[in-house]
């Protein structure tokens, strides 16, 4: 037990201060207000306890299911969750290889057109549920979170992870797959047109799928993906090939192209976009060939 | 939500925090480089993480930014301190650090962090609607806000040397080179900024780090510069088993914190430095404790605060590199992802928290046994070395330029804080919408 002469430590720096110094005479600090450091231990302890109550909650969080009817046009851009049942699945092939998987969701209740709603998912979503076929029974009862789209004539969920579609209850109807209930919404046919017949009328040819044949390479920069082609022959006038993934051809091969034919407004000059999964857009003709 | 889940969540949170750990040792590495490279190593394996949920791999990184915002700053602290030369300029806990405090000034920024985890995780789930609102409010004057700020930045540059010179001429230098070169670095920074945002230097397939080289070598670099040619002795630190400070001055500095924590969070392009010089000046906060407890909270708030604001049902904000990241794989959408996020981070804090005291001692004595100048020499290759994996060549040469940058106020003892001009100027002039306008007026559109 320390005695009224007995030299004090700083507990603070662990200096020897005289025993009547209540402030350590080498770094400043205050030798009786202090703070134990057991304040840490105390407050780790209370994260653990918000954190067993946030477990808690989040194992048994009861979400607050909006009606399908009460989904209107006042409700537009909102974001909801639905509880509902499966009553169909279309799977729709767009044009470009793109799918949109449509699950029409029936509210708990009584069976009405209002107490119906259409679920979508688009891109990447849509991919990853086709990656799961067998996921969806007809009849399944699901837990949907998803943005509303509603306005003069129209009403949908969009979703934006395909996670966000959740099975509470298997129902027994029929499998639904991506061999199964796949419709094909007719496919956009590609147009042909030269590079020429593209640039002279380009608001014709906006935003569509075009094959373009025989072109020219006439640059491939090293460090930029996109390379420029012209009509085989002739070295203007010249257009962007943006997005191929592939090898890209040599300056001078000639290439047959199919992408979308869009105007790029930040740099102003129109391109045509090919999808990164389309190994197939850029095809490298034989040598004589026109067709 | 299945407790499996939960968790398999809090073991890979935990993971994460481990990894911090490491990763902390490096003084001047910052957590969002951290987590690119991560999602390099991921995009690289990613048939592997693809077969994981989401939901973990997201759990994963906020171990990452929870463990790395309570940790970093310790072995920055004990491995770059300054040398004498810059008396006039020191903060606290280099102060604490030559007194034999530096334990003491890492557990005080401790209590900071764990006055913000609190908040984060006892607090914002009550209050979502509130920022929510808050947010609301904010949005369509965040660049005049920003302008203030860097007015502020610019009002509050003062001369830091005491000497008065004998003729005219060395008074009249004694009075502006250290705010001229303040100034200079500001108006600097702005370009150097606005060309980074414009134009995409480096390869395009790693334009998503295009600010990292940027980062690095304007703050990174140059404190282990300095510290590979610092002439500093760190004097034997003692252990302390209470802090110098009243309950008022947690109170104080937890609130000063707070102030400038959510602010950073809430306003894009603020960082936590001039954030706090702005919240200490609001509340009236004196001291070095209540300085260094702010500093801890404000951290932890913009790090974690920032990144919960991307999961919070009401705000659904993607703020800073790591929400963007996570934001690549994973969409936040319902209330109970929300929940268990905060209870990761309480976990999380929870762990780093129980490191905190073992990290710093560790740091003090490997500081007291391995001499700093190798560890900062070793950082500086490392992230360089890193540099020129994500960016190559290209950002390799673009970090040069702004070490050169980074280096002024270290030979001229003007503040740092002028080289975040680098964001604060590009983004408030874009969110003014005259960004494109001023790029061009430089030649860099």
């Known amino acids: 037990m320390p005695t009224a002469d007995a030299p004090l430590f700083c507990p603070s720096c662990g200096k020897e201060n005289p025993a009547d110094h209540k402030v350590c005479r080498f770094c400043g600090a205050s030798i009786v207000r202090r703070i134990s450091l057991k304040i840490v231990p105390i407050g780790v302890v209370l994260l653990l306890a918000i954190a067993a109550a946030h477990f808690h909650w989040a194992a048994n969080y009861a979400p607050d299911y909006a009606p399908i009817p009460s989904l209107t046009a006042e409700r537009n851009f909102e974001r909801v969750r639905v509880k509902g049942r499966v009553a169909d699945v279309q799977i729709v092939r767009e044009a470009y290889d793109h799918h949109q998987v449509r699950i029409e969701l029936e509210g708990e209740g009584e069976r009405s057109p209002d107490n119906r709603i259409s679920v979508r998912l688009e891109g990447e979503p849509a991919n990853d549920f086709l990656a799961n076929p067998g996921l969806l029974n007809r009849g399944d009862l699901v837990d949907v979170a998803a943005a509303l789209y509603a306005g003069a004539g129209y009403r949908h969920l969009s979703v934006s992870s395909a996670q966000f579609i959740r099975v509470l209850e298997k129902g027994s109807g029929p499998v639904v797959g991506a061999g199964e209930a796949e419709t094909r919404a007719p496919a956009a046919p590609a147009v042909r047109a030269t590079v020429a017949d593209l640039l002279a009328d380009p608001e014709k040819y906006r935003d569509q799928v075009v094959v373009a044949r025989p072109l020219e390479v006439v640059e491939t920069p090293a460090a930029l993906p996109f390379f420029r082609v012209a009509d085989a022959g002739r070295p203007e006038p010249q257009l962007v090939v943006i997005g191929f993934k592939g090898a890209v051809p040599a300056v001078g091969a000639r290439i047959s192209v199919r992408g979308k034919f869009t105007f790029y407004e930040k740099k102003g000059y129109w391109e045509l976009q090919v999808r990164d999964w389309d190994q197939g857009a850029v095809i490298v003709l034989p040598d004589g060939a026109s067709e | ?445």
């Open chain 2, 1 to 445: 939500m299945d407790i499996v889940i939960i968790l398999t969540c809090c073991c890979a949170a935990l993971i994460g925090v481990a990894i911090a750990s490491v990763f902390s040792l490096i003084p001047g590495l910052h957590i969002y480089n951290v987590i690119a490279f991560t999602m390099m190593i991921a995009f690289a394996a990613i048939d592997v993480f693809k077969t994981l949920d989401p939901l973990i791999t997201t759990c994963f990184i906020m171990g990452l930014v929870v463990g790395f915002s309570v940790l970093f700053t310790v072995s920055s602290q004990f491995f770059q301190p300054c040398d004498d030369s810059y008396r006039s300029m020191m903060l606290p806990h280099e102060r604490f650090l030559f007194e034999g405090r530096g334990y003491e000034a890492a557990m005080l920024s401790g209590i900071g962090s764990l006055c913000a985890l609190l908040l984060i995780s006892g607090l914002f789930p009550f209050v979502t609607g509130a920022i929510g609102v808050l947010r609301q409010l904010i949005r369509p004057h965040i660049y005049w806000i920003l302008g203030l700020v860097s007015l502020f930045v610019l009002m509050s540059e003062w001369p830091k040397d005491h000497g008065v010179g004998k003729t005219t001429g060395q008074r009249f230098a004694d009075a502006w080179v250290q705010l001229g070169m303040g100034l200079f670095v500001f108006v600097a920074a702005s370009i150097l900024g606005l060309f980074v945002f414009c134009n995409t230097v480096i390869p395009v397939d790693n334009a998503f780090q295009s600010l990292m080289p940027v980062f690095i070598g304007l703050f990174a670099i140059p404190s282990q510069i300095m510290a590979v040619i610092a002439h500093a002795r760190i004097p034997k630190q003692h252990f302390a088993a209470s802090v110098d400070c009243s309950p008022q001055d947690i109170a104080r500095g937890a609130m000063t914190g707070t102030v400038g924590g959510m602010f950073s969070s809430l306003t894009p392009g603020l960082t936590p430095g001039p954030a706090l010089l702005m919240s200490a000046h609001a509340t009236a906060s004196s001291g070095e404790q209540q300085f260094i407890i702010g500093g801890g909270t404000a951290r932890v708030l913009y790090y974690i605060g920032a990144l919960v604001l991307f999961f919070m049902p009401d705000v659904y904000m993607r703020r800073g590199g790591a929400a963007i990241n996570i934001s690549l794989f994973f969409v936040p959408e319902t209330a109970e992802q929300y929940f268990l996020i905060s209870g990761i981070i309480a976990v999380a804090g929870a762990a780093s928290l129980l490191l905190l005291g073992g990290y710093s001692r560790f740091c003090a004595r490997v500081a007291e046994k391995i001499d700093f100048r190798w560890i900062s020499l070793g950082g500086a290759l490392l992230l360089s070395a890193m540099v020129w994996y994500v960016t190559s060549w290209q950002g390799l040469a673009l970090m040069g330029v702004a070490t050169a940058l980074g280096l002024v106020p270290n030979f001229w003892h003007t503040r740092r804080i002028p080289l975040l001009a680098v964001l604060l100027v590009p983004v408030c002039l874009n969110m003014a919408g005259v960004g494109n306008d001023v790029a061009g007026w430089l030649g860099f559109r």
